[in-house]
């Protein structure tokens, strides 16, 4: 099955910097890579996708690119808030057969900005 | 903005009790899953389930669990005899398509003791 592997585990940055946090997965099918947020206590919330047909995308201070070649994905977050402080995850799809949705998700980033 | 919605937020149990947590996905949604996260660890896929039958289940998806929408809003996971280990969050989502965003409930906090 689909490995997910995400780094680093901890990540801390001062407001205002740039943070990045990379996936690599092991199933070349994989065709949809949404990264999710979460807030202690809350539910995980999605912030941004992309899928397999496009190498970057942007939301205003958000950004995902994808290497298909090389099996890794990665979450950019710009101008950081300490309001962006949360645990965020990667999880991969892969569209083969019966796989009706399943998400497989790395372990999780814990993001801290500080003010 | 519509939200699934899980009860209870915390259950407490004692091993060897049957628990059935509860779900309502978003209204227009066609696909419904069920994941977990024990304590400090990544979320873990448990079962899908689409036309009113299971999709894909997972290997911690045994016979002690079981899905169920029993009418046209609620979906259910039941675990039939808890153990210690099932002690953790279970998230309900739900998904219009497939690919698609699926949008995750608060979660139920399970500890059995």
């Known amino acids: 099955g689909e490995n997910v592997e995400q780094h680093p585990s901890t990540l801390s940055v001062q407001e205002g910097d740039s943070a990045v946090i990379k996936c690599t997965y092991s199933?070349?099918?994989?065709?949809?890579f949404p990264w999710y947020k979460q807030e202690l206590g809350k539910r995980p919330q999605l912030i941004i996708d992309?899928?397999?047909?496009?190498g970057e995308k942007k939301d205003q201070r958000i950004a995902v690119t994808l290497n298909k070649t090389a099996k890794h994905f990665s979450l950019h977050i710009t101008e950081t808030q300490p309001e962006d402080s949360a645990v965020y995850f990667c999880a991969t799809h892969n569209g083969r057969g019966s796989t009706l949705g399943r998400l497989y998700f790395g372990r999780g980033t814990q993001l801290t900005v500080w003010p | 903005e519509p939200e699934v919605t899980q009860t209870p937020s915390h259950q407490v149990t004692q091993m060897g009790q049957e628990v059935i947590l509860r779900c309502v996905p978003i209204s227009n949604h066609l696909y419904f899953y069920w994941y977990r996260q024990i304590l400090g660890q990544k979320v873990e896929f448990l079962v899908s389930f689409y036309n009113n039958e299971i999709s894909e289940k997972s290997e911690i998806f045994d016979d002690q669990f079981s899905v169920e929408r029993p009418d046209g809003s609620n979906f259910t996971l039941k675990i039939r005899s808890t153990k210690l280990e099932d002690s953790a969050m279970y998230f309900c989502a739900s998904s219009i398509g497939q690919p698609g965003t699926q949008y995750f409930g608060p979660g139920t906090r399970l500890l059995v003791l």
């Open positions: 992309i899928r397999s047909n496009v």
């Open positions: 199933d070349s099918a994989s065709n949809y």
